[in-house]
């Protein structure tokens, strides 16, 4: 674990988060404020919640601003660190404004790279395992090129993220210091129950009684990481020498038919399934090569499947609790 070869690092050090408000974000902002670092969260709040961030509100280190990244961004002072996390992440969201969604990935980053080379500051940037596309092996690792359609509904987001990518190594060439990570299905507290993945919709439905959708037969396969392994990923992402872009995410992989039922298992919900047809282009499989994780970041992820959900239902059973249809299941076992 490094530090910038050559450059004095400035400890606590001032970090902006771009998307702080967002699922990701704000656990990566609670992580580095108690870390004691100064940081400053900019976010559109376009899926992001000012609830994410209320634990840190009241801390003296943090701030918020309201800021779309589509916009130049001006911050005043040093910076040492900045994290683009901004951008939905969830398709029923990204395709809400698809323009928009392409705007942040491109003008975005640019915006922020800009920031990055008049700060000198470190810049990371939240890739995705979408730019594989619908792959056709089986363990996707950095190597692999990707299948990508280039003018289907999901392209604003996967076209985007390539390009941001293309953005950031040709900004590394100009001698900024970019560290990209390639982000797998990530779930866990705080994901908003109206934000449309899987797993959200998953506990939502099954605590408010609802059916279960399952897009297909539910054959295609995700791997979920929690976000706590992911959080501490990406902190040692931040702070390595690794070049290039590094796979995050766990490597159990699961179909979504198998989710849906460890769900209904874990909440001891009765809701049924309900079949809906496969979105376009849905990618069928999908597993990281942690390879290069393990090898450059000494780092792989510690809670399987069973156990993050266990703590993701807590959490939803928590925040749902409040709403006009009662939380209906007991838990089970
Ligand atoms: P999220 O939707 O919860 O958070 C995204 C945040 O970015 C939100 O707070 C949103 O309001 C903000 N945002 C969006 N567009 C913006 C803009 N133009 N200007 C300023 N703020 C903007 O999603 P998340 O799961 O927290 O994902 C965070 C990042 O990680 C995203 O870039 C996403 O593409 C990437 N990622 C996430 C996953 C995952 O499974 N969670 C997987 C791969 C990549
Ligand atoms: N999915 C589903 N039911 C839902 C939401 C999603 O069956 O209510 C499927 C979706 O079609 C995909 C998988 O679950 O095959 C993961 O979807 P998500 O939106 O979480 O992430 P992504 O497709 O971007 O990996």
Known sequence: ?????????????????????????????????????????????????LSNLAPLMSESRFSFVRHDIVQPVAIEGPLDEIWNLACAASPPQYQLDP????????????????????????IFQASTSEVYGDPDVSLQAESYRGSVNTWGPRACYDEGKRSAETLFFE??????????????????????????????????????????TIHGEGQQ?????????????????????????????????????????????????DSPLLHKPMPQDDPRQRRPDLGRAKRELGWEPRIPLA??????????????????????VVRAG
Do not use: W
């Not at 928009?100 to 700060?119: D, I, M, P």
């Open 171 to 212: 900004y590394e060439r100009l001698g900024v210091e970019v560290r990209v990570a390639r982000i797998f299905n990530t779930y866990g507290p705080r994901m908003s129950p109206e934000d449309g993945r899987v797993v959200s919709n998953f506990v939502r439905q099954a605590l408010m009684g609802e059916a279960l």
């Open 99 to 122: 323009l928009h969604t392409f705007r942040t990935c491109v003008n975005g980053s640019l915006n922020l790279l800009e920031l990055a080379r008049e700060k000198q500051a470190r």
């Open 1 to 49: 674990m490094d530090d910038r070869a050559g450059s004095v690092r400035r400890e606590p050090r001032r970090i902006l988060i771009a998307g702080g408000a967002g699922f990701v974000g704000s656990h990566l902002a609670a992580r580095l404020v108690a870390e004691g670092h100064e940081v400053i969260c900019l976010d559109n709040l376009q899926t992001g919640r």
């Open 221 to 269: 396969t995700r791997s979920f990481c929690y976000v706590d392994d992911l959080v501490e990923g990406l902190l040692r992402l931040m702070r390595s020498d690794a070049r290039g872009p590094v796979n995050l995410g766990n490597p159990g992989e699961f179909t979504v038919r198998e989710l849906a039922d460890m769900v209904l298992a874990q909440t001891g919900s």
């Open 307 to 328: 156990k993050g959900l266990a703590m993701t239902i807590a959490h939803f059973r928590e925040e749902l609790a409040g709403r006009d249809r009662p939380v209906s």
